[in-house]
């Protein structure tokens, strides 16, 4: 069983909506929760992480952790072709030595 | 701000043959990290270097080795290359805190593609 999970997608909004990203993992020791951004042929990079249940806000994105449900999410509002992208949620342990990486979700905004 | 610098970005090489991958970074990261990323497979890691003289294995190990020269340098060898050993290779460094602990926030190199024939 994949320690953490993610639908591949591609999961399709149009310009302007909000687009739900969801993981699940397994580990409940997990301590601290990423989304990694990456565009096609590009290395990922960080956009978001989160320590604590609840909402976490910057800018147009907003991290949601349910650690009772073992489930992460990421929303992204007014959704821009620009985010078009693969997006990689990321759950660790401990240390970076622990990081899980989920097998990552495509999102494609349409015009 | 160079931060991760890998090279080669690509390489082809023959059943048999050996590499080095190397990488860089100027951030003064204790911490360094060796992935591989295939289709449908995510980001897996290969080796992790927590400081300078030390290196330790991660999920994917089998058919490489790993050298940290120094704080700043962390390679990535391929003895006997494989078909299977085909796959973007990415180097990463990740955070120190105050108190040596890392925060798991992985910056990435741009990549290494290979390819085994």
């Known amino acids: 069983q994949k320690e953490v999970e993610q639908n591949s997608g591609p999961l399709s909004v149009p310009e302007g909506a909000i687009a739900s990203l969801n993981c699940t993992y397994s580990?409940?020791?997990?301590?601290?929760f990423f989304w990694y951004r990456q565009y096609s042929g590009k290395s990922p990079e960080l956009i978001m992480f989160i320590y604590s249940n609840g909402d976490k806000e910057d800018g147009r994105f907003t991290a949601q952790l349910n650690k009772a449900s073992q489930y992460v999410s990421l929303l992204i509002r007014d959704s821009q072709p620009s985010d078009s992208a693969t997006y990689l949620c990321?759950?660790?342990?401990?240390?970076?030595?622990?990081?899980?990486f989920g097998t990552g979700t495509r999102l494609q905004v349409t015009l | 701000n160079a931060g991760v610098t890998q090279t080669p970005k690509f390489q082809v090489l023959k059943t048999g043959q050996s590499m080095t991958l190397q990488c860089a970074q100027d951030?003064?990261?204790?911490?360094m990290y060796w992935y591989r990323q295939d289709p449908g497979m995510g980001l897996r890691l290969i080796y992790y270097?927590?400081?300078?003289?030390?290196?330790d294995k991660g999920e994917v190990p089998n058919g490489y080795n790993v050298s940290r020269l120094n704080k700043r340098e962390f390679s990535l060898r391929l003895e006997s290359a494989a078909p299977s050993q085909t796959s973007v290779y990415f180097c990463a460094s990740s955070v120190v805190v105050a108190g040596g602990a890392d925060t798991g926030e992985l910056f990435f190199g741009e990549g290494s593609r290979l390819t085994v024939l």
């Open positions: 951030m003064n990261h204790n911490s």
């Open positions: 580990d409940r020791g997990s301590q601290s």
């Open positions: 990321a759950v660790c342990a401990g240390t970076a030595s622990k990081l899980t």
């Open positions: 270097s927590a400081s300078e003289g030390t290196t």
